[in-house]
Nanobody, 124 residues
């Protein structure tokens, strides 16, 4: 059974930082792109960041570009999201997703595996 387990969420003040981790089990994702999405209350799930199979290509939503960094450790089957200069509007449940493709995508439909999510709350 494939599982993606996010961790690292929590409550932080505006301007602070958090590092999310997503550990995969049940299959290797070393040949697959990975993504991060988020969903705030009353809003649709939105793309945050993605990283290709090798880690050499990354893509970000405009709203987080320059503040967030996605990375991966294929030896650990784990992907990370470093979030700096957090804002109250970053408050959401953050989801890790695994793609069946090697290359990045911002489309949720291109991801076949999803974690349960981790709550990030940024206070003003």
């Amino acid at each position: 059974q494939v599982q993606l387990l996010e961790s690292g969420g929590g409550l932080v003040q505006a301007g602070g930082s958090l590092r999310l981790s997503c550990a995969a089990s049940g299959r290797t994702f070393s040949n697959n792109a990975m993504g991060w999405f988020r969903q705030a209350p009353g809003k649709e799930r939105e793309f945050v960041a993605a990283i290709n199979w090798s880690g050499g290509i990354t893509n970000y939503a405009d709203s987080v570009n320059g503040r967030f960094t996605v990375s991966r450790d294929n030896a650990k089957n784990t992907v990370y999201l470093q979030m700096n200069s957090l804002k109250p509007e970053d408050t959401a449940v953050y989801y890790c997703a695994g793609s069946s493709y090697m290359h990045t995508s911002s489309r949720p439909g291109n991801y076949d595996y999803w974690g349960q999510g981790t709550q990030v709350t940024v206070s003003s």
